[in-house]
């Protein structure tokens, strides 16, 4: 069954220091996204990607944070100047058709620990 | 704005046994899916089961169902036959036009063996 891939499964960087998370998207999926769960609390939309640009994105991402698909698999979170409270876990979902379709496929997750 | 409201934190079930997790959720919208995705402690996002809003019939899948009450706004999940691979944190969760996926805050289930 296809996956959603995400590397590293577990970060740990020094406050102030730049992050990039990376997933690899179901190959044939259109809409990407990334959502963040700080530990113990419920899990948060970040942004939706499509047709390489932003289609929507929340509150919580601010210009501390920006998205990127580099080339036709790979898709990217990169948060600059890290914040102790950046500390979550960080999942990466993909879907073919718009979220009714089939739902997400989520990947398994990057834990992030600023320290 | 949609929200959803998961009113159990914790709840606790015997192996074998049947447990209802409660879901409720608001929304101006008329078409939306609804779902319920398992959370292991490995904290991988598992889908469990999904709903159509425009869909009379209530989802099932194998020993998951959901009881759909539109005009309640009420999305319980059942899962007959507990087994202990079960125990999770499983959360709701509301997907309207907006693309997003807005989650509740979770129920983590104990199964007892």
């Known amino acids: 069954e296809p996956e959603v891939t995400q590397t590293p499964s577990h970060q740990v960087t020094q406050m102030g220091q730049e992050v990039i998370l990376r997933c690899v998207p179901i190959?044939?999926?259109?809409?990407f996204y990334w959502y963040r769960q700080i530990l113990g609390q419920k899990v948060e939309f970040l942004v939706s990607?499509?047709?390489?640009?932003?289609?929507?994105k929340s509150e919580i991402f601010d210009d501390q944070f920006s998205v990127e698909r580099p080339d036709g698999s790979n898709f990217t979170l990169k948060i600059r100047s890290t914040k102790l409270e950046d500390s979550a876990m960080y999942f990466c979902a993909s879907s073919l058709y718009l979220v009714g379709g089939d739902g997400y496929t989520f990947g398994s997750g990057t834990r992030l620990t600023v320290v | 704005a949609q929200t959803v409201t998961q009113s159990q934190p914790e709840m606790s079930v015997q192996e074998a046994e049947t447990v209802t997790l409660s879901c409720t959720y608001d929304?101006?919208?008329?078409?939306?899916?609804l779902f319920w995705y398992k959370q292991p402690p490995s904290r991988q996002m598992i889908l469990v089961i999904r709903?159509?809003?425009?869909?009379?019939q209530n989802a099932t899948e194998n020993r998951f169902s959901v009881n759909f009450q539109k005009a309640a706004k009420s999305f319980s999940l059942k899962i007959s036959d507990s087994q202990l691979g079960d125990a999770a944190m499983y959360f709701c969760?509301?997907?309207?036009?907006?693309?997003?996926?807005?989650f509740g805050t979770g129920t983590l289930l104990a199964v007892q063996p």
């Open positions: 929304t101006s919208e008329s078409d939306y899916y």
């Open positions: 190959s044939n999926h259109l809409y």
């Open positions: 709903q159509e809003a425009y869909k009379q």
């Open positions: 990607f499509y047709n390489n640009e932003i289609s929507e």
């Open positions: 969760a509301y997907g309207g036009a907006t693309n997003k996926l807005i």
